[in-house]
């Protein structure tokens, strides 16, 4: 695999569900990132993280988790999500945390709608 | 704050005709980068287009060519030569110094035949 990988591709969850999103990166970047994109809102950047230590957060619910275990995986845990959190979630990763947006790679992204 | 807009939610174009797609950003940061985003029914943003605002010319790749207005603070896409595959969402979106990006709400660009 190259790239930017996100799996699963599509997820259905009950607001009760606990789920996780995955994603992983083969280009050898030291900096991932969290993005939604929702039908209603632009897309915005939910947490960044710098040599698996996160960086960023901009105000994200305490419903979304972010874990990097390493500088090739980010994972998302979903738990108690409302029906408002239905989007698509955007991976993307860079060479490090001060690259700019174009040195973004992103991933397929996962959508998810929460029932 | 930072915010983009892109006024148009949909724009339909013939193939081989040329399109321009409108962007307007507000910011105070005195050094913003300007980018442009396709992306398909797939799913991933695909990186089209970059301007910085000390930038002297306007940027171009290929059939893409930002037409940037610092004074009116518009960074327009131009596509020239549309293809069929052009068809997807187009997004404007912003960085400054914050490292934080702020995305439009999209353009859903049709080609027709």
């Known amino acids: 695999e190259t790239g930017v990988t996100q799996t699963p591709r599509h997820l259905v969850m009950g607001m009760t569900n606990k789920k996780s999103l995955k994603c992983e990166q083969h280009l050898g970047h030291n900096a991932m990132y969290w993005y939604k994109q929702s039908a209603k809102k632009p897309l915005e950047l939910m947490f960044v993280?710098?040599?698996?230590?996160?960086?960023e957060n901009n105000s994200v619910p305490s419903r979304f988790s972010p874990e990097c275990p390493n500088s090739s995986h980010l994972f998302l845990h979903l738990h108690t999500l409302q029906p408002e959190d239905s989007a698509l979630y955007l991976c993307a990763s860079s060479h490090d945390r001060g690259a700019t947006l174009y040195e973004q790679y992103f991933g397929p992204g996962t959508r998810l709608t929460v029932t | 704050a930072q915010k983009i807009t892109q006024t148009q939610p949909g724009m339909f174009v013939q193939e081989k005709e040329a399109v321009t797609l409108d962007c307007t950003y507000d910011?105070?940061?005195?050094?913003?980068?300007l980018f442009w985003y396709k992306q398909p029914s797939s799913g991933e943003m695909i990186f089209l287009i970059y301007q910085g605002s000390y930038d002297q010319q306007n940027a171009t790749e290929g059939r893409y060519s930002l037409n940037f207005q610092k004074a009116r603070k518009s960074a327009n896409l131009v596509i020239s030569a549309s293809q069929l595959g052009d068809s997807a969402m187009y997004f404007c979106a912003g960085l400054g110094g914050s490292y934080i990006p702020t995305f439009g709400r999209g353009t859903s660009l049709i080609v027709h035949p």
């Open positions: 910011t105070s940061d005195p050094s913003y980068g």
């Open positions: 993280y710098s040599l698996e230590e996160r960086v």
